[in-house]
């Protein structure tokens, strides 16, 4: 079987400085899939650091205010790189260029439960954009991060455990339920094999998920290092608090080598 | 009924200060019982300040090093005073003298299990000592906050149940287990009284406690804002970074007025 050939990324159009942070717009082409994503460096950037890979919820895209918002603050404030990709079905992958969230997030529900092949897709997509990335000499090869809730994890949870480029993950607002029970337990084998430290969000009051089914995810991943911190209110009601969490986990487990 | 006599509260001897933190040690009398403490205050302190209460763990004292820790942080930080006193069979009520924690350990499982009187004996010992130390010029009347895992749970649920000028708390290392079927039903009960912004903290690993019923206990208490921190290991394993957690939550609710 032939390799497949080593992603591309181009810089097609967008290029803003704003407070020392550069924002592109990139594209990686993986076979005939264009994976749309912006990157976030320090504006005078040369040489490797570390890398985090934020993938934003169902509903949302790359250009979300808190995912552009965490993005600027761990170039700020840490110096590392940042780098989004559209969900499936969200963003700049959507041709009718729809950014209404509910639609989004239905026809993300209804993808996930009809196309059997849309996970490995997004892991095969997240690790040529990783491939493509660790190219570039203001980001090369250093310890990665994984930020990603709701969605961010149904596709991080495979991600993470696929790809051991990445050393601390933020995961959470997400349980056991899936679709269908093979998924399910493609959830739970994928979590038994994350390893690295990781902090799991759960919002006690969430009305998408249930609490025994966050708890069980929570569980089952095999991270000796894990930590669970539950806050008050409703599924898009994570505090700030937590940004801060993550700033200091990936400080900690990114800048010391993981 | 005649009216129970107001605390009174005695500085006998230790009053050494240390890098601009003072430690005393007082004696509250309430009727017949000695209640032994340690009071921290900034070196200069006059006027009010926001106060909290630490209790230790069972086998630990009021000396422990985490109590004297956290209470100096508190006070270097954030001006604030804390007070810590012997729990029952614990440091200074010894008649014996010992220091062994297994010793205080078991003897407190024992006291638990046989004295129906020993929770609200110390609920009352806490309040008596908050009334006392409220009457110093150092101290006087602003928000109080409280601290106490496992066994400072155990005390903590009644104390801040009770209490309304707790309008904080951190708590954890604890679930509905009892030693009595109406014990247990009174840690719910008491649980679904506290209503103040609460800190619980959980050991994903703890040996001493099933994680259902640290669950539980979570669950049951009435507070609109609640956090759950899980973190790895055992029992006797918080983390430093608590500690931090700990002192944002004083500082963001005793410092504006709750």
Request: include cysteine; aromatic fraction near 6%.
């Amino acid at each position: 079987m032939p390799k497949e050939p080593t992603a591309r990324i181009e810089f097609p159009d967008e290029d803003v400085t704003t407070k020392d942070v550069r924002q592109r717009r990139f594209v990686v082409r993986r076979g005939t899939r264009e994976i749309p994503g912006l990157l976030w460096t320090p504006a005078d950037a040369s040489g490797p650091r570390p890398l985090v890979l934020i993938c934003h919820g169902a509903g949302n895209t790359k250009r979300e205010q808190y995912i552009v918002s965490l993005a600027r603050r761990l170039v700020r404030h840490q110096g590392f790189a940042a780098a989004a990709i559209d969900g499936p079905v969200h963003g700049d992958r959507r041709a009718d260029g729809s950014k209404d969230g509910a639609t989004m997030f239905i026809e993300f529900a209804q993808l996930w439960a009809e196309d059997p092949q849309m996970t490995d897709e997004m892991v095969a997509d997240w690790r040529a954009t990783l491939d493509a990335l660790e190219e570039l000499d203001e980001v090369g090869r250093e310890a990665v991060g994984w930020w990603g809730l709701s969605m961010g994890t149904i596709l991080g949870i495979p991600v993470v455990a696929a790809e051991k480029r990445i050393v601390a993950a933020v995961l959470g607002l997400m349980g056991t339920r899936a679709p269908r029970e093979d998924y399910r337990k493609r959830i739970i084998a994928d979590a038994k094999q994350i390893t690295c430290p990781v902090l799991f969000l759960m919002q006690w009051d969430d009305e998408l998920m249930r609490r025994d089914d966050v708890l069980e995810l929570f569980g089952e991943i095999a991270s000796s290092d894990k930590r669970f911190h539950a806050n008050p209110g409703g599924h898009v009601e994570v505090p700030g608090e937590e940004i801060e969490a993550t700033e200091r986990l990936f400080a900690r487990h990114l800048l010391h080598g993981g």
